[in-house]
């Protein structure tokens, strides 16, 4: 089946550093990707979707220069947290939509912890 | 608007019993829809789905949901729960243009022994 992985799978930085997260499709294609926040106890936002070769698509109130989205290959997309701050913490998910299916498969996460 | 609705914020089954975990949603058109279970601190995993064709789909672990599009839902369902299916599940929404996937609130299943 279609694998995505993410890495790191948990981070600890401090506040004002930038952190940089890989998101990759393992064994197929992906010229969307998806970038998706959780909070403790609560359900997935959808905060970017990634085109392969293009700006990026940011979500009402998600702060494009903050959350810095590349997406150079159609395998890869990265999610870099910029000047990051405690309230950026949380467990980011990303997902990539192979080309031929009406589906997104879901990496295993990352745990982002800013002191 | 697109949107998915799961009443129960948390649910306690007795191991064993059955399980029906609800979800509704609403969407101008058939959407696709999915069940996903997630562990604590985990990813999501994909239980069943939703595209088309018999109402009732079966998924991993034993679990089937129905979509019936009169009342909007996709509940999912279990006959006789294991300890080890306590987890958070998500139903999930992807509109025809396949790009914006919603998610419910999420449900919290614990299994008493």
């Known amino acids: 089946g279609a694998v995505v992985s993410q890495h790191p799978s948990w981070v600890i930085c401090k506040s004002g550093t930038s952190v940089k997260i890989e998101c990759r499709s393992l064994d197929f294609q992906a010229t969307t990707m998806f970038w998706y926040r959780q909070f403790p106890k609560q359900s997935l936002m959808l905060m970017a979707t990634s085109n392969e070769g293009s700006k990026a698509t940011y979500e009402q109130g998600v702060e494009k220069d903050k959350f810095l989205i590349n997406h150079a290959s159609l395998t890869l997309s990265t999610l870099t947290v910029t000047s990051a701050h405690p309230e950026d913490s949380s467990f980011y998910i990303c997902s990539a939509r192979e080309d031929s299916y009406n589906e997104q498969f879901f990496g295993p996460g990352t745990r982002l912890t800013v002191l | 608007a697109q949107s998915v609705t799961q009443p129960d914020i948390h649910i306690t089954v007795s191991e064993g019993a059955s399980l029906e975990l609800r979800c509704n949603y609403s969407?101008?058109?058939?959407?696709?829809l999915f069940w996903y279970v997630q562990s604590p601190g985990q990813g999501l995993q994909l239980l069943l789905k939703y595209f088309s064709g018999d109402t009732l789909v079966q998924g991993i672990k034993g679990f089937e949901a129905e979509f019936k599009r009169s009342q909007s839902s996709f509940n999912l369902r279990k006959p006789s729960v294991h300890w080890s299916d306590a987890a958070e599940y998500f139903c999930?929404?992807?509109?025809?243009?396949?790009?914006?996937?919603?998610f419910g609130a999420g449900t919290r299943l614990t299994v008493k022994p």
């Open positions: 969407y101008g058109a058939t959407p696709y």
């Open positions: 999930a929404l992807l509109g025809y243009n396949n790009n914006d996937m919603r």
